[in-house]
């Protein structure tokens, strides 16, 4: 094999030369190998593309003597020293009795236990919201959802999947001998002294048990609605809206576009001993002083309507409801923004305009919506550049102009990569967002039934304007990249 590989070549090129990888699969690694920054070798693993015994064989080829590394170190992937020692026990767990078999699953000395704890600690180190545990043909992999995109994380042998999948029901407190319906869990988790609440979602697929960890950081410090990247003209906007005795403001978008984060931004401006002010959320995201927040509990027959219903007789001023998920709730909130609370909540719509419709949907009377509505923001969240690294580019892609955006005035920038952003190029997220504001001439389409366009249309000539425009005049300012405004507004570019 030594004569077939000269010694000065890359290892993606040696590899796909002996027939151990294809072309397309190392463009695919390569293209990853960018935006982990990892080392080429895991990722061809990691990714399936190549056995552990295959890789060695190259990487002795080349000279790089792997039998002195640890096995995280010669692939790149940050996996607890005591990986060894489980790899060679975990095969064995389930064949003990069900007390020792337990007595391992939660003691906190227990390797397996260690090699949870470092799962999640790599993705709250990485900034991760979510972390995903998914079965896969050749083994266990780990992937961590950071500003929004899944990354790589580690790759593990496939006989760790059920031991890990145990622990973490363990620690959900859900049954770890039901393995073929979906399981919801929840549980604190301890982070160099930060208190994190982990929402466990199992699902089971082929292979095995999905995990999906949702992590929500209880000690997070509520943000400016400057910090959150609101432009300067719109502050005042969302200020004056604020200032309403009753009414109601809504805050929409997708699952994880940041929708409880801004309307929690809302609140902290209006927070004061003066206002009597309850959520009802699911889950109580963030901890606000002088408001009394409850959790929904179905189980326990706290639902979003029977909490909302019982806060109505708890004299409050302001009321945030997580979420106007059914008629029953939706027509209490709208109730109460008209009887003189003022009420905030969200809603699962693709823009401002289309909220209106879709409460009309829900079965609310037009009256009561064009009554109550005062202002709507619809948002979503693009990738910042990351200030470290992110660099000045000219380009002559008529895709620019086409959009408005001169690359001959404007300073233009794309992402890069370094340390500081775990080589992805970018850090941190801002809100790409579009006001609504619900005035006497949208307020009489509404009560008329017009159509979403009429409605737009009226909001245009009123000033209004779309997430596209937002997002392309942050391109302007270096803050993002057309890119990533196209994934969130591809309607309108």
């Known amino acids: 094999m030594d004569d077939l590989m000269p010694p000065r070549k890359r290892i993606g090129e040696i590899l796909m030369e002996n027939g151990f990888i294809t072309e397309t699969q190392l463009q695919v690694a390569l293209e990853e190998q960018k935006k982990t920054g990892e080392l080429l070798g895991s ?10 015994k295959n890789l060695f064989k190259v990487l002795s080829a080349t000279q790089q003597d792997t039998r002195n590394l640890p096995e995280r170190e010669a692939f790149g992937q940050e996996v607890p020293e005591e990986i060894d020692y489980l790899v060679q026990q975990s095969s064995s767990l389930f064949h003990k009795n069900a007390d020792l078999q337990n007595a391992e699953l939660d003691s906190p000395h227990s390797p397996l236990v260690n090699l949870v704890e470092k799962i ?6 990485r900034g991760a919201t979510d972390v995903h545990i998914n079965p896969d043909l050749k083994g266990v992999r780990i992937r961590y959802r950071v500003d929004g995109v899944l990354h790589h994380g580690m790759f593990l042998p496939g006989k760790l999947l059920n031991p890990i999948v145990s622990r973490i029901k363990v620690m959900g407190r859900m049954n770890i001998a039901e393995t073929r319906v979906p399981q919801d869990g929840s549980a604190e988790f301890f982070y160099k002294n930060r208190g994190l609440d982990l929402r466990i979602s199992s699902f089971p697929v082929i292979g095995g048990e999905n995990v999906v960890i949702r ?18 003209e719109d502050i005042d906007r969302i200020n004056e809206a604020l200032t309403l005795p009753y009414g109601m403001i809504l805050v929409t978008g997708p699952t994880g576009s940041g929708k409880t984060t801004t309307l929690y931004s809302f609140l902290s401006m209006i927070n004061s001993v003066n206002r009597n002010m309850f ?12 408001a009394r927040q409850a959790q929904v509990n179905v189980k326990a027959g706290l639902t979003f309507s029977t909490g909302l219903r019982s806060i109505l007789r708890q004299d409050p001023d302001v009321i945030l409801v997580g979420e106007m998920r059914d008629a029953e ?6 109730r109460a923004a008209l009887t003189g609370h003022l009420v905030f909540s969200t809603l699962h719509t693709n823009d401002a305009v289309s909220t209106i419709v879709r409460l009309t949907d829900i079965g609310i009377d ?16 693009a990738r910042v550049l990351c200030p470290q690294c992110k660099e000045p580019f000219v380009t002559d892609d008529p895709a620019y102009k086409f959009v408005g955006v001169d690359p001959e005035s404007v300073t233009l920038y794309h992402p890069t990569g370094c340390r500081a952003c775990d080589n992805t190029g970018f850090k941190g997220r801002t809100v790409i967002y579009e006001i609504l504001k619900v005035d ?7 009560n008329a039934r017009a159509s979403i366009d009429d409605i737009r249309n009226a ?24 890119e990533e405004v196209r994934s969130i507004a591809r309607t309108a570019l």
């Open 43 to 52: 990722i061809l693993f990691g990714l399936g593309f190549i056995s552990q």
């Open 120 to 125: 999640l600690s790599n993705g709250i180190r």
């Open 215 to 232: 992590v929500l950081d209880k000690s997070q410090v509520l943000v400016g609605i400057e910090s959150l990247g609101f432009l300067e």
């Open 279 to 290: 959520t009802i959320e699911d889950p109580v995201e963030y901890h606000l002083p002088l």
């Open 329 to 334: 709730t939706s027509e209490l909130a709208v």
């Open 366 to 381: 037009p009256f009561l919506i064009s009554s109550t509505l005062d202002t709507i923001v619809a948002q979503r969240l």
């Open 440 to 446: 006497r001439r949208i307020r009489e389409l509404i």
């Open 459 to 482: 909001a245009i000539e009123n000033g209004f304007r779309g997430m596209s425009e937002i997002g392309l005049k942050k391109v302007r300012q270096g803050v993002t990249t057309l």
